[in-house]
């Protein structure tokens, strides 16, 4: 028997304290600065401490509390959305926010099980429209809605 009673505690506990101690060491030369007079690093490293305490304290607890025996790994679905995410990135430039929020609703709504295409461009189409509302109108984010890709 092993002494890990809760595996899902201990491995997302395991991912906090992965995430919280990349976001303190990458943080680069940035400065780090004090609580009255914040750096740029300041807030980033603030959270990856707290985030690795969190998950410092759920893998203690997963050798304490039991709990169900994790589930088989779905990596394809895992895949599919670092795919969507990688494609935002490339298309924001180019294509613009419109077109790139799109391919990442799509993209991702293609991990789903039960894919539709009709529902998953609905959506897509919905999103992106939010996004550029949100974002481009009501913020004023000087972001591109149809990037140069489109001659604009």
Known sequence: MSAIRHPKDF???AIFV????????MRGDLEMGSGGRMGP???PVILGI???LIGAAGIVRSFFRHGAPME???LRPLAVVLLAVVLF??????AGLV??????????????????WKEGALLAVGLAGFCYLLFIKLLGLPIPALGPWFGF
């Open 11 to 13: 491995w997302i506990g």
């Open 18 to 25: 992965a995430f919280g101690l990349g976001a303190v060491f």
């Open 41 to 43: 690093a300041y807030f």
């Open 50 to 52: 707290l985030l690795t």
């Open 72 to 74: 088989k790994l779905h």
């Open 89 to 94: 990135g490339i298309l924001m430039r180019g």
């Open 99 to 116: 077109p790139a929020a799109a391919v990442l609703v799509l993209v991702s709504f293609y991990a789903h099980a039960k894919f539709n």
